[in-house]
């Protein structure tokens, strides 16, 4: 007897012990680190263009009728000294390019960057070209990195007579490591006194529960909402020259995002996005498919033998109506699953349940944000 109950309380210990498991994860897989729900100021990547040009194509370059790559050439051959009548120029294993790139900030002369290269032209392929130096610019005009390098395509293209065969796309391609930081953006980051943290999602409670954690870890007030997204860290005093230990602290802090309940639909694709949120009053609904076909044809009406009368064509119309008949089904989403449950059993396609939410939403039944995209 005794043996009977230390089992059955050890599978009772066990039992609770699972379920406490189990909401512990549960939980642990709503919550989101910091990091990935916000950004600080400053902590950022900036954007470089430049023009270039692209050599060593197969034939595959820009064609005649590319006024400005021809102008390009001429120019590049003039700055070394060689000096070519433009009329001369064939450029089809030349193509002109866009070259961009991300410089993180804190990049620092001599860093590598990779970089992106793009057809401005009407090259039909890139593949076994080698970018000639380009200066990259910043939004500021000036030149913070010179790229240079054999491209790396990910697809190829070939063609013949009467046909061709491609994979992927053959006028963009990267270059690993192509591009040399010449020049660094000014950001002193270790000697500031005071950070902001820009959240991704504007919503005040998900702002309050980064405000609370960051206290929380650094043990007083210190951090500050100054609007929904916006929240203002003061560093402490020990971290003040030293803000990579704070920085990495505080990037991994946890919260659970919160939110409006809302429904997003993409009527291009017919795809329909429920939030977890998204709750439905107690509502009926009926919906079925009307689908109208009309078919134009012409016959041609013939008169009799020997008479005076003129063949002619007389027009013909089809119509064929179709309408699903279908109950009032009784829905109730207290749960997503619930939601999910009721729009199932009505039969409803994607396209059908665009035009189903939006008539819950008119009717004021439908308990989030309905945004069309």
């Known amino acids: 007897m005794t ?20 909401t512990g994860f549960g939980q642990e897989a709503q919550s989101a680190r910091l990091k990935d729900i916000a950004s600080f100021k400053g902590v950022r990547s900036n954007q470089l263009v430049g023009y ?8 595959t370059g820009d064609k005649r009728g590319s006024e400005f790559t021809i102008q390009s050439m001429v120019n590049m051959l003039d700055r070394m000294g060689v000096t070519v009548n433009r009329r001369d120029i064939k450029p089809k294993n030349v193509a002109a390019v866009m070259v961009t790139a991300k410089m993180p900030v804190s990049a620092k002369p001599g860093s590598p960057l990779d970089v992106t290269v793009s057809s401005l032209g009407d090259a039909s392929s ?61 950001f002193d980051f270790n000697n500031m006194n005071s950070m902001t943290l820009n959240m991704s999602m504007a919503d005040f409670s998900t702002t309050m529960q980064v405000v609370n954690s960051v206290n ?4 007083g007030k210190y951090a500050r909402a100054q609007d929904v ?3 203002q860290i003061n560093v402490p005093e020990r971290f003040v020259g030293n803000l990579v230990p704070l920085m990495a602290s505080l990037e991994n802090l946890e919260v659970r995002p919160d939110g409006k309940a809302k ?44 008479s005076n009368g003129d063949t002619v064509a007389v027009p013909q119309t089809d119509l064929g109506v179709t309408e699903q008949n279908k ?10 699953n619930e939601l999910v449950d009721g729009l199932n059993a009505i039969g409803a396609t994607p396209r059908d349940l665009i035009s189903i939410l939006r008539t819950l939403k008119a009717a004021g039944a439908l308990m989030a944000e309905l945004e069309v995209i």
């Open 3 to 22: 043996s009977r109950k230390t089992t059955a309380r050890i599978f009772t210990a066990l039992f609770v012990l699972a379920a406490v498991l189990w």
């Open 126 to 186: 890139l593949l076994g070209g080698v970018l000639l130096l380009t200066p990259l610019k910043g939004v500021d005009g000036k030149v913070y990195a010179l790229a240079q390098g054999s491209l790396t395509l990910g697809g190829f293209m070939v063609e013949g007579a009467a046909a061709s065969a491609q994979k992927n796309i053959t006028t963009v391609g990267i270059i690993p490591g192509g591009a040399t930081v010449e020049r660094a953006v000014p």
């Open 229 to 231: 997204s916006t929240v």
């Open 327 to 336: 109950r009032l089904m009784l829905m109730e989403g207290a749960t997503l």
């Open 263 to 306: 429904v997003v639909v993409d009527e291009k694709t017919g795809t329909v996005v429920l939030g977890n949120d998204v709750r439905l009053s107690k509502v009926a609904v009926a919906h079925g498919n009307l689908q109208v076909v009309i078919a134009e044809s012409a016959d041609v009406s013939q008169p009799p033998a020997f």
């Open 52 to 59: 270039g040009l692209i050599v060593g194509l197969s034939g």
């Open 216 to 219: 929380a870890a650094l043990g």
